[in-house]
């Protein structure tokens, strides 16, 4: 037997109703905040992902599924969408259409993992990008939107962390001090953390090993090395949180995987995940478009929420979406009534009535006991005093009672009965 690639995952049918629900509500929230929806290729060159993630991240050395194609060129299946976002508003010159672009986005990516519960090597995401903006009022609209998806979507028991590694400036006097401290502890370091030392020293605050937390209880406070841009920005950004009553915890050590933040950061975490307690997170990126290669910095800020883990969370809230059955299930006593059967179908269709039918030529009795096993609400029993009369039995699968009516009839008879 051939089965799935490891860190894959099929989604079956019964699963499918979950899927559609967060979906018709990413998509729901996010025209109710004004974003607009944008979809992307599934893969990119190479180059859009090493310039804009970072070079020193595990994303780009360790995990991202890269290969060369046909033609030579160095190839990249998406481990993210802000990159491949801000790629198409460059390439469309979609900043000549408005001063601010407000962008929603879904679909899978691909990261080379080692596969655990919540993590998979395929996996989904929504995210949002708000295009345009350099003041904190635009990273408090997209924390409000995720937070609105987030409460919409029932998750009850989450927190959200938050954070800012403040501007270059404040950021590279920061480094150097968190560097000065850890070297002190380089030997006790993690192996992972030693590496980091050298390339990408706030990597380091993320670690989860055990030892490396307890070193970095006592590193250096990022706010002490702000300067009064970044310290502003930040003072600004909680107090408009607190004015739109969402709660927050800050964080001082939350630093995000990829190199492009800058002001702001953030974190969805919920305790019901265990070990891997983030789904979701994001911040501000205002140098992110002058890596591709564009004339000026483009102020901007985004988020991304993980499926797969949202999916998780409901599961132990035991949210049921049930699969939605088939309205109406024709059953007929004998195989030369399948061209009746066949023209009622598409006309109850053609109504727009999900209709199903036998393709087995079972017995009227198997038809009604797979009628029931679907759980359709009705069945039409087709038999030969109801092709000699022209009219249809509509039987209710609920209290076994059946009536008979013709065909315009029946319509008006199950329109009215399905939206009451």
């Known amino acids: 037997m051939i089965s799935s690639v490891r860190g894959t995952k099929d989604i079956l049918p019964a699963e499918i109703p979950i899927w559609l629900f967060l979906e018709s509500t990413f998509r729901e929230v996010s025209t109710i905040f004004g974003f607009n929806e944008i979809r992307l290729p599934i893969f990119e060159k190479t180059e859009v992902f090493q310039r804009s993630i970072g070079e020193n991240t595990d994303v780009v050395n360790k995990e991202m599924y890269t290969f060369s194609d046909r033609g030579g060129d160095s190839i990249t299946l998406r481990p993210e969408l802000t990159a491949s976002v801000m790629r198409s508003v ?37 995210g949002a990008e708000l295009i345009g903006s350099m003041h904190p009022e635009s990273d408090a609209e997209i924390i409000s939107l995720a937070i609105s998806i987030i409460n919409k979507l029932g998750i009850k028991d989450y927190y959200l962390y938050l954070n800012s590694i403040g501007n270059n400036r404040s950021r590279q ?12 502890y380089a030997d006790k370091l993690s192996k992972d953390s030693q590496e980091r030392l050298l390339k990408n020293p706030l990597r380091i605050l993320d670690s989860k090993d055990p030892q490396d937390i307890e070193i970095i209880k006592n590193a250096p406070i990022i706010y002490d090395y702000f300067d009064e841009e970044s310290l502003e920005h930040y003072q600004l950004t909680k107090e408009l949180l607190r004015l739109s009553n969402i709660q927050y915890i800050e964080n001082p050590f939350l630093v995000r995987g990829l190199d492009y933040y800058s002001h702001t950061v953030f974190e969805f975490q919920s305790p019901v995940l265990g070990a891997q307690d983030s789904f979701g997170g994001g911040g501000r ?6 890596e591709f290669g564009y004339s000026n910095d483009v102020p901007a800020t985004g988020f991304a929420l993980g499926i797969e883990r949202i999916i998780l969370i409901l599961e132990t809230q035991n949210l049921k979406i049930p699969l939605e059955p088939p309205k109406i299930y024709i059953a007929f006593n004998e195989w030369k009534y399948i061209y009746k059967v066949i023209e009622i179908a598409q006309i109850l269709r053609s109504y727009g009535f999900s209709t199903v039918f036998d393709l087995n030529r079972r017995s009227l009795k198997a038809q009604l006991k797979e009628a029931n096993k679907l759980g359709v609400k009705y069945s039409i029993i087709i038999g030969e005093e109801e092709i000699e009369n022209n009219y249809l039995s509509i039987k209710c699968m609920e209290d076994g009672t059946q009536n008979k009516f013709p065909m315009d009839s029946a319509i008006i008879y199950l329109k009215n009965t399905f939206e009451k």
């Open 173 to 184: 006097n920061y480094k150097k001090a968190l560097v000065d401290y850890l070297k002190s």
């Open 285 to 290: 990126y205002n140098e992110l478009f002058r």
């Open 90 to 126: 460059i390439q469309n010159n979609l900043l000549s259409q408005s001063s601010i672009l407000r962008l929603w986005y879904y679909g899978p990516l691909f990261r080379y993992e080692r596969p655990q519960k919540g993590r998979l090597r395929q996996f989904h995401q929504y």
